[in-house]
């Protein structure tokens, strides 16, 4: 944007704002409190104030302070369309589901406890354990509050939808591969992938070639791998896309005449579901009808080789944690869709 941006929002054109979620000062803000408690109880079981703060600062506490910071976005309602530009990692959308299994009831008595902590206040020395200030439940029933708001948002395929971004490299390729994966075990909506940075063909020339050939296959790879979702290609421009003028020049060659705030796509994408002593991960593959199908389990991917009357296609599929423990026990394509059952070992 070529423009200082931080904690506040930035004007930086006539309907255009920006700002920088800091996920640590974020983080202090929403879970201070509740810091503080874990590591006084810490520090009361014997360890060192600095030890006692970095285990209080629980996995994943940063990226929902951060994602947080959407709710307070939402609900000023000053924005017709808010984009949040990060990582493809699902790794702060589980916490989403905290409010759905610790439920309403749980945080009704959470409010009942508040009054009562004066009682716990009295045998606090024979215990040993601080007893929580009326502030931390305060800002517990607070903090799930907003997160099951937060996941009503999210999951409205009307309102919100993922954009997957990559660059036509494995590695980039493998990480939005995975962030598909998890966006539609999450029941999130992936309307659309963009690849940037894909080299014109004019370019396959001497040094380039092979670059260029190796690019053509991970292309064909991402248009099987995310079908039916659209995929658009932004290429790679002679210089670095910084400032407002460059932007634009991205934004009209990707949409063109287009509302770039249209939901591309509304479907299902990958599913996984529970059966009979295991799950089915079912892959739309609207491109295949038939074919026979080879898997081979490397870590926490599947291998899937496909032999069709139109040669051999691959894919890589990034497994859930949930079949970790799992072992495959069959594979079988049904009506333009990819079935994998996987079962308990043993």
Excluded at 193 to 207: D, L
């Amino acid at each position: 944007l070529q423009a200082p941006v931080g904690r506040d929002p930035t004007r930086i054109s006539e309907r255009l704002w920006a700002l920088h979620v800091d996920p640590v000062k974020e983080a202090a803000e929403h879970y201070g409190a509740i810091m503080d408690y874990v590591a006084a109880v810490l520090k009361a079981r014997g360890l060192s104030e600095v030890l006692a703060y970095e285990v209080a600062s629980l996995p994943g506490m940063t990226g929902v302070a951060a994602i947080l910071k959407l709710d307070s976005i939402v609900r000023e309602d000053s924005y017709d369309v808010v984009v949040i530009d990060t990582v493809p990692s699902g790794e702060a959308l589980k916490y989403l589901y905290v409010p759905t299994f610790i439920g309403r009831i749980s945080r009704r008595l959470m409010r009942v406890a508040s009054p009562l902590l004066d009682l716990g206040r009295v045998v606090e020395p024979l215990i040993g354990i601080p007893t929580p200030p009326g502030e931390v439940l305060d800002k517990e029933v607070e903090i799930l509050d907003r997160m099951d708001r937060l996941r009503g948002y999210l999951l409205d395929h009307d309102v919100t939808s993922i954009r997957l971004i990559a660059n036509p490299d494995s590695f980039s390729i493998g990480n939005i591969k995975r962030a598909y994966m998890q966006a539609s075990i999450y029941g999130l909506n992936t309307d659309l992938v963009i690849v940037n940075k894909v080299m014109p063909r004019e370019a396959a020339s001497g040094y380039m070639r092979a670059w260029v050939e190796e690019q053509e296959k991970l292309l064909e790879d991402i248009r099987r791998s995310f079908s039916p979702l659209p995929v658009k290609m932004l290429r790679l421009f002679e210089s670095e896309l910084k400032g407002l003028e460059m932007l634009r020049r991205a934004a009209d060659e990707l949409f063109g005449d287009e509302d770039p705030t249209t939901v591309y796509y509304r479907g299902r994408g990958v599913r996984v579901e529970s059966v009979p002593g295991g799950v089915e991960i079912i892959y739309p593959m609207p491109y295949v009808s038939k074919g026979q199908v080879e898997v081979e389990r490397v870590g926490d991917e599947l291998l899937v080789h496909i032999q069709t009357d139109m040669g051999k296609v691959s894919l890589v599929i990034p497994l859930p944690a949930i079949t970790y423990r799992m072992r495959v026990e069959s594979a079988r394509l049904l009506s333009g869709e990819l079935h994998l059952r996987f079962v308990e070992e043993g």
